[in-house]
């Protein structure tokens, strides 16, 4: 059973930078594509970064390009996001997870979840 375990959430000022970490066990970190979703009260699962296991290449969707930033290390089995320019509206629960691919929107179509950690934006 695979788990996923997140670190590095916390309080920071609008404008400010936070970077989330994530260590895998249980399964094989080469074979799957890690993404980052988060979930605010009240709202649904969104994406919001996620790198493939193929080549490393990146998805985000438009309100995190330019300001988050996701890598793997294997050898280490960690995902890293880093969030830069934070906005209040970017506070929620940050989940790491594991699946097949990054093409799918579908948060049930991932495999692992990580119990998550919490980013709050605000002064």
């Known amino acids: 059973q695979g788990h996923l375990v997140e670190s590095g959430g916390g309080l920071v000022q609008p404008g400010g930078s936070l970077t989330l970490s994530c260590v895998a066990s249980g399964f094989i970190v080469d074979d799957y594509a890690l993404a980052w979703w988060r979930q605010a009260p009240g709202q649904e699962r969104e994406a919001v970064a996620c790198?493939?296991?193929?080549?490393?290449?990146?998805f985000l969707p438009d309100f995190a390009e330019g300001r988050f930033t996701i890598w793997r290390e294997n050898a280490r089995n960690t995902v890293g996001l880093q969030m830069n320019k934070l906005k209040p509206g970017d506070s929620a629960i940050y989940y790491c997870?594991?699946?097949?691919?990054?093409?799918?929107?579908?948060?049930?179509?991932?495999?692992?979840w990580g119990q998550g950690t919490q980013v709050t934006v605000s002064y």
């Open positions: 790198i493939s296991s193929t080549d490393d290449e990146t």
């Open positions: 997870v594991a699946g097949y691919s990054c093409g799918t929107a579908d948060p049930d179509d991932y495999d692992y």
